[in-house]
């Protein structure tokens, strides 16, 4: 696991911070050395006294950090720099313009040289605390790359007030149970927010999940790590709130949490999720759980990428856990009570 390289996907709607955030990374003394994989250079505008020396498609920075720019085929961009001396601690790709961000997600699962040399670490999506409503409403781009996070960086959160932002970050959770939300203002975030997330790591899996069902007994928290105090997060069974000036916010896409207390069958919880993964994958961004299989001893744990289906028993379950079995579905156009039913029936 260790010898592989760290990869992290940086996406966030036009406008985010993306660009600042990257030069930051590019151009500071933190001392290590990043690969930053961009679409175009002209975007970033590297500054010319921090070159030390650039090939046709590779700049490299000062501070030991190279920029290189995706010219068609990423895995050919990421096998290149695998190749190159020294490695790296991390590669960052920027997805700008794309859509969603899990075509991007699945080549580290699917390409053989890819996932012999790198691991996906995490999506991170910086959003403008600005004028993210209005761009949630209008683009299905902005709300999946919301969904598909593993953590949301709010930014510009200097240019509203209190209010807006609690309002931001409840329709962001109701996109997306799953990430924590980290403030900035300027793209100024500590890189180990971004870096080292874990976000496709099975061992943490359980640790992601919401710590309760909202609409089940106590409201789930989510800790916001830079806000000091926790959130209650919105009750999922509904979609829709009130943004500024009263506009109610409709989403295609959201997230499900599920739970049972009884073990399931882990025949039938297989069965159904194959399935549903099937019919539904192209709409299910990601889903993650933790599932307390009849007559065994280890928790269940799983997680997808539209059809890329992962899982393994993990460790045992501890004498003073508690057992039970929950997992989160995040996606477009999810039947929630269909999802209920059909996970419910999976009790052994």
């Not at 800790?223 to 506009?247: A, I, K, L, Q, T």
């Not at 744990?301 to 289906?309: C, K, S």
């Not at 997992?327 to 039913?341: H, K, M, P, S, Y």
Request: net charge negative.
């Amino acid at each position: 696991m260790t010898d592989k390289t760290p990869v992290t996907v940086l996406t966030g709607y036009l406008g985010a911070g993306k660009t600042t955030l990257l030069n930051r990374i590019l151009s500071e003394d933190h001392g290590k050395r990043y690969a930053v994989i961009v679409n175009e250079f002209g975007e970033i505008g590297i500054d010319n006294d921090l070159i030390v020396g650039a090939d046709e498609e590779v700049f490299e920075m000062n501070n030991g950090c190279v920029c290189c720019t995706v010219r068609g085929d990423l895995i050919r961009v990421v096998s290149g720099l695998m190749k190159r001396k020294g490695g790296f601690d991390a590669i960052i790709v920027e997805t700008t313009g794309l859509a969603d961000p899990g075509p991007v997600a699945q080549t580290f699962f699917v390409d053989e040289d890819v996932r012999e040399k790198t691991r996906l670490d995490s999506v991170v999506a910086l959003v403008d605390a600005r004028h993210i409503h209005e761009q949630l409403d209008r683009s299905r781009e902005a709300r999946e790359q919301v969904a598909f996070a593993d953590r949301l960086i709010l930014n510009k959160t200097d240019l509203v007030d209190e209010a807006a932002l609690a309002e931001v970050e409840a329709r962001l959770r109701a996109l997306n149970p799953l990430a924590p939300i980290t403030r900035a203002e300027r793209s100024r975030v500590p890189l180990e927010q971004i870096l080292g997330v874990g976000g496709f790591d099975l061992d943490r899996v359980a640790e992601r999940l919401p710590a309760d069902n909202p609409g089940h007994g106590e409201p789930g928290h989510v800790h916001d790590e830079n806000c000091g105090h926790d959130h209650h997060s919105p009750d999922h069974g509904h979609d829709h709130h009130h943004g500024p000036r009263g506009h109610a916010h409709q989403d295609d896409v959201k997230g499900v949490s599920l739970s049972l207390e009884r073990p399931l069958d882990g025949q039938a919880f297989t069965r159904w999720l194959d399935r549903l993964l099937a019919e539904q994958g192209p709409d299910i961004l990601r889903a993650k759980g933790v599932i307390d299989v009849k007559g065994e001893d280890r928790r269940l744990v799983f997680q997808a990428v539209h059809m890329i289906l992962e899982g393994e028993l993990e460790r045992p379950w501890r004498p003073d856990e508690r057992r039970w079995s929950r997992a989160v579905f995040i996606g477009r156009n999810l039947d929630e009570a269909a999802l209920r039913a059909g996970f419910e029936a999976c009790a052994a």
